[in-house]
């Protein structure tokens, strides 16, 4: 293994991120978005497959305790955290419907739902994003991979451009601690 191969890798996908303009401006869009719901009182609900959803509950998690500052809590919640719940679900309506029902349940009107996936193709995140938007709430797609059908299902689609699993996962998360933190500055300077 070339470890000087791995850096260069790395390397090069992160000056990729970091230099799309258009990417920066779709962080930016979104972070603002998570200060309007949460500013009114709405609630960020995150969900993802696999290692997407361990994102979806690791950044839940940073809005409801705290990321850099301590102050009050944020509400925000991870759709893949109940056992029976999920269980359940894929039992008697199948797995597609996973997070729609919960959508249907808990999401309302002006709240936000982020989507985590690598490839965008999981049918139980498209299915999210549709019974979200029969709720009018507003979403984002973290993808990767071109963003795949999730991409058009979204109103904000947030797109690593890598085809690696693991690299997309990476960038996802620094891109959510780095709107976690756009929204604790913002929050902490205005009611």
């Given at each position: 293994?070339?470890p000087?191969g791995?850096e ?7 000056r990729s991120v970091?230099?799309?303009?258009a990417?920066?401006?779709r ?7 998570y200060?309007?719901t949460?500013r009114?009182?709405?609630?960020l609900?995150?969900?993802?497959n696999?290692?997407?959803?361990a994102d979806?509950?690791?950044?839940a998690?940073e ?12 509400a ?11 269980t359940a679900?894929a039992?008697?309506?199948?797995f597609e419907r ?6 249907e ?7 936000l739902?982020a ?8 049918p139980?995140?498209?299915?999210a994003a549709?019974?979200?938007r029969?709720?009018?709430?507003w ?8 963003g795949?059908?999730?991409a058009?299902?979204v109103?904000?689609?947030?797109v ?15 891109l959510?601690?780095?709107?976690v933190e756009l929204v604790e500055?913002?929050l902490?300077?205005?009611p």
């Amino acid at each position: 293994m070339n470890p000087a191969g791995v850096e260069a890798g790395l390397a090069a996908l992160a000056r990729s991120v970091l230099d799309s303009v258009a990417l920066s401006e779709r962080v930016a869009a979104v972070a603002d978005r998570y200060v309007e719901t949460l500013r009114a009182g709405g609630t960020l609900f995150f969900c993802g497959n696999g290692g997407s959803a361990a994102d979806a509950q690791h950044i839940a998690t940073e809005y409801v305790v705290r990321y850099s500052a301590s102050r009050q809590p944020f509400a925000a919640l991870a759709l893949t955290t109940d056992s029976s719940l999920l269980t359940a679900a894929a039992n008697d309506l199948g797995f597609e419907r996973v997070f729609a029902r919960q959508v249907e349940a808990l999401c309302r009107r002006g709240d936000l739902l982020a989507l985590h996936s690598t490839s965008g193709e999981s049918p139980n995140l498209v299915a999210a994003a549709r019974a979200a938007r029969e709720r009018s709430v507003w979403t984002v797609g973290f993808l990767g991979r071109g963003g795949g059908v999730l991409a058009a299902e979204v109103d904000q689609a947030v797109v690593v451009p890598s085809e690696d699993t693991g690299r997309i996962q990476v960038i996802h998360l620094a891109l959510e601690h780095l709107i976690v933190e756009l929204v604790e500055e913002e929050l902490s300077r205005s009611p």
